[in-house]
């Protein structure tokens, strides 16, 4: 044990603590270690999707068994959707045209709450879980630094460079002897998706199995939805009416029945090696498709291009913790300007592990037939305005291939 941070929190006997407790074996070790050490632990989980009333009141009772003065579990469903999965709707957000950001995304969320609430009860330090070696610690490291400075961040699993079986033996030597045994999947659960990680991710060649996935096929009879998109925002399924939060959560229990939205994503960490997790997220897979579709048939093909570059954009810095800089505040902004006619319904078919987008119905549709098809007969110009402007066009070209043919 670090006989610094000992000495440390030894000083400053009572001083009031708050702890980003999700119930699992790195956050209870805390929980038991940091009120021995003689801090007021205020336990606090933050649900962003993924935690049933059962779960809150098991975490509830482990977190006051160990140590803590108080638990405290904040609903932050809503506020995760306002703040963070609105913008990854309006610019389809995928890390590496593959993940939808599920964890990472719900991080800078939590760590956002924990530091709210540490100030609304006056609370000196913050304690997490994290280890060194993953991007959790950033996200929060940031996040707390930048919105509380004055805070002290507590961490003893990263400072301490504690195994598993250290965390276990010391429980048990105070008295804490609950079942440790490691499942043989870790699985994150939240409103933006599932992660699943397991001996198989941590290389690069083999597949998870059908079982580590935690929703497992259950339908295969092909089913039609219609997605109903008021300026980005999924409003309706099938005609039925309904905050975007539980459209989403409603998506993805249908869907997941398919088994839809399995992949196993492979990026660049904020500490820079590369990792690889598998995840399921039928829900925001299926609506960034769709609402891409119906973006193609509404916006121009510049508010296309320029989206694609500031969603990408957006995607990485939330991903890295850069959350709370002020650019993302102006790519929000541009973000939401671009969906004013993104409006209408998307029609779709799942089918077991894959889904179908079978086309748009909006009144902004752009391929306005009053114009003329593609490829078919037009009624805005004549043969004669289309010759001049494909000469003209071709203008650029022709000096520059007169001009190399003439210096090679």
């Known amino acids: 044990m670090d006989s610094r941070l000992s000495r440390n929190n030894k000083i400053n006997q009572m001083k009031k603590l708050v702890l980003a407790y999700s119930g699992g074996l790195d956050t209870s070790y805390c929980a038991k270690y940091l009120s021995k050490e003689g801090y007021e632990v205020h336990a606090v989980s933050v649900n962003t999707g993924g935690f049933s009333e059962q779960e809150i009141l098991n975490i509830q009772q482990k977190a006051l068994e160990l140590g ?182 409603k998506l993805e229990d249908i869907a997941s029945k398919y088994a839809i939205g399995r992949d196993i994503h492979v990026g660049d960490t904020i500490i820079g090696i590369k990792g690889r997790v598998g995840f399921e997220a039928a829900a925001s897979l299926i609506i960034i498709k769709a609402h891409h579709l119906l973006e193609k048939h509404t916006l121009s093909k510049w508010q296309q291009y320029q989206k694609e570059q500031l969603g990408n954009f957006y995607g990485m810095l939330l991903h890295e913790g850069n959350y709370l800089d002020e650019v993302m505040r102006n790519i929000e902004a541009f973000l939401s300007d671009t969906q004013k006619k993104v409006s209408g319904d998307v029609h779709i078919t799942l089918h077991p592990y894959r889904f179908e987008l079978n086309g748009i119905s909006s009144k902004q549709d752009l391929m306005n037939a009053s114009f003329g098809s593609y490829g078919e007969m037009n009624k805005g110009w004549t043969a004669d305005d289309a010759k001049g402007f494909i000469k003209i066009l071709s203008n650029s070209g022709k000096i520059a291939n007169h001009v190399n043919q003439q210096n090679d």
Do not use: C
């Open 68 to 249: 803590a003065t108080t638990y405290t579990s904040i609903d932050a469903v809503s506020n995760f959707y306002d703040k963070v999965v609105k913008y990854l709707i309006f610019g389809n957000v995928l890390r590496n045209n593959t993940y939808p950001l599920s964890v990472s995304a719900e991080r800078i969320v939590q760590a956002i709450e924990i530091v709210d609430h540490a100030k609304k009860i006056g609370a000196t330090a913050i304690a997490h879980g994290s280890t060194g070696a993953g991007n959790d610690q950033v996200r929060f490291d940031m996040i707390f630094q930048i919105l509380a400075p004055e805070i002290q961040i507590i961490t003893p699993i990263r400072d301490n460079k504690l195994s598993r079986e250290e965390e276990i033996d010391y429980l048990r030597e105070n008295g804490i002897d609950y079942s440790w045994e490691k499942a043989k999947y870790s699985i994150n659960k939240g409103l933006w998706g599932t992660s699943v990680g397991g001996e198989e991710t941590l290389t690069s060649h083999l597949p998870l199995p059908e079982s580590a996935f935690p929703t497992q096929l259950e339908k295969e009879l092909p089913k039609e939805l219609k997605l109903s998109f008021e300026q980005g925002e999924l409003i309706a399924i099938d005609g039925e009416s309904a905050p975007p939060v539980e459209n989403i959560e």
